[in-house]
């Protein structure tokens, strides 16, 4: 009889909702829970609060969740897996070890993944930057972070060594479902293509989490979808032969159904016959889902082929500054009034601070403007005035904010609810470097 295990969805992206993984860690019967927390913009945003001490470098919420879930079998037989150790594992497993203590999970046993933090190997072998065709030497801004996509073999390395909590930082998505398979299946790491595109495809669907049980799918009037306030994520039952059958907890809003399973298919792939990963190069075109009852789907048909040479590395520079500020305007001749606002405010950067118009940005919010010039503008009852601008210091960028705020008392008439905000600037690129250049390795601690 094929051996079956169950892995649950615990987040999908950093500012996810705890409940839902809490439910699933008490009531999903799961084997594996799964955080998967990091975008290319959250590693290098947590490099930059590690190196300016302003915040922790890793998952900032990690704390919370582990106490959502730990508590909730006690550490005993539900794993955990994330890459929320972002930019700084090393003192996340420490985090990790004092809450699994508060709780009093003895014996419970953590790991931390180390070795995507590349910063001097790029320095050293100069790749070309995909977005500018140049040498990484020939960027004039700082480099920040520079982390590899790393494979699921050092969390496989970490659950062989008894592992309760694993916690690593720029893991590939797919690989933190990929690896407690290989793990439990005895699945090879080379020479089982097949397999592992099948399980690549599996952590796909169930990455971000409540895309897949109708968050990202609904809309109101074309694809309603019941209970979003409560939404839950999704688990799947995965046999040894890669077949899995998606679902998620009775009574949980949402819906899974193969609409839902085929539009998180599709999402962020760019061809979905060499959709590549550090583990394999899976294959999505012949992809089946078939309704298995309600909100139960079952997905075969992924395969693979070998995995690229290189590993993808996402980089993080130093980028200047963002400036905003925002004011709104309601009535008769709101958009009239708000976009003479924009024109005295562009006016004024320009003569008074030196900012250029081409480092601005303005939008009329409310008449069209997320189309960028797309759609005619319209008018509108209220219509909001947003300004920002990326400059190269932080007294321009408080200029932006300030500016749209100094126009409740000199006009135009009617401006009110007005902010302004400043922020430090990354600049996030990619490339790739020589997997051989890569090596991870991985430290068990106990409580």
């Known amino acids: 009889m094929s051996k079956t295990i169950r892995l649950g969805a615990g987040a999908g992206f950093a500012g996810d909702r705890i409940d839902p993984a809490a439910k699933l860690a008490a009531h999903g019967e799961l084997d594996y829970l799964v955080f998967e927390v990091l975008g290319e913009r959250t590693i290098a945003a947590a490099n930059s609060r590690r190196i300016s001490h302003k915040g922790v470098g890793f998952d900032p919420l990690l704390q919370r969740r582990l106490e959502a879930t730990l508590k909730s079998q006690g550490g005993a037989r539900t794993k955990i897996i994330t890459n929320g150790g972002a930019a700084d594992p090393t003192n996340a497993g420490q985090a990790a070890i004092q809450t699994a203590r508060t709780l009093g999970c003895d014996g419970l046993r953590v790991a931390t993944v180390l070795g995507d933090d590349v910063r001097d190997i790029v320095r050293e072998i100069d790749p070309m930057v995909w977005e500018t065709g140049a040498a990484l030497s020939e960027e004039s801004e700082e480099l920040v972070s520079a982390n590899a996509y ?14 309760d909590v694993v916690i690593g930082g720029r893991i590939a ?43 990202y799918f609904a809309d109101p009037v074309t694809k309603p979808v019941a209970g979003l306030a409560d939404l839950g994520f999704p688990f799947a039952d995965v046999s040894s032969d890669g077949v899995a059958v998606f679902s998620k907890l009775p009574g949980t809003g949402g819906v899974l159904d193969c609409r839902t399973a085929t539009e998180q298919l599709l999402y962020e792939v760019g061809d979905p016959s060499r959709y590549m990963t550090p583990d394999v190069t899976a294959d999505f075109t012949k992809v089946r889902f078939e309704q298995r009852g309600a909100d139960q789907v079952r997905a075969t048909g992924a395969t693979g082929t070998a995995r690229p040479d290189d590993l993808k590395v996402t980089l993080g520079f130093t980028g200047g500054w963002l400036g905003e500020g925002q004011i709104s305007y309601a009535g008769p001749r709101a958009r009239e009034r708000a976009k003479l606002a924009a024109d005295v405010v562009l006016s004024r950067l320009r003569d008074v601070h030196g900012i250029r118009a081409e480092d601005l940005s303005v939008e009329l919010i409310g008449t069209g403007a997320a189309f960028r010039g797309a759609s005619p503008l319209v008018q509108a009852p209220e219509v909001r005035l947003r300004v920002a601008g990326r400059v190269r210091d932080q007294t321009s960028a408080d200029a932006i904010g300030w500016e749209v705020e100094a126009l409740y008392t000199n006009g135009p008439a009617g401006g009110g609810g007005a902010r302004r905000s400043t922020s430090e600037v990354l600049a996030i690129r990619s490339c790739t470097i020589p997997r051989s250049a890569v090596t991870t390795r991985v430290e068990v601690l106990e409580v």
Not at 152 to 163: F, M, N, T, Y
Not at 191 to 215: F, R, S, Y
């Open 150 to 163: 790393i494979g699921a073999a050092p969390i496989v390395e970490a659950l062989d060594k008894g592992a």
């Open 173 to 215: 998505d797919p690989a933190l479902y990929l690896a407690p398979m290989i793990h439990e299946f005895g699945w090879p790491r080379e020479g089982a293509e097949d397999l592992l595109g099948k399980g690549t495809m599996i952590g796909h669907l169930l990455e971000c989490a409540g895309q897949l049980t109708g968050g």
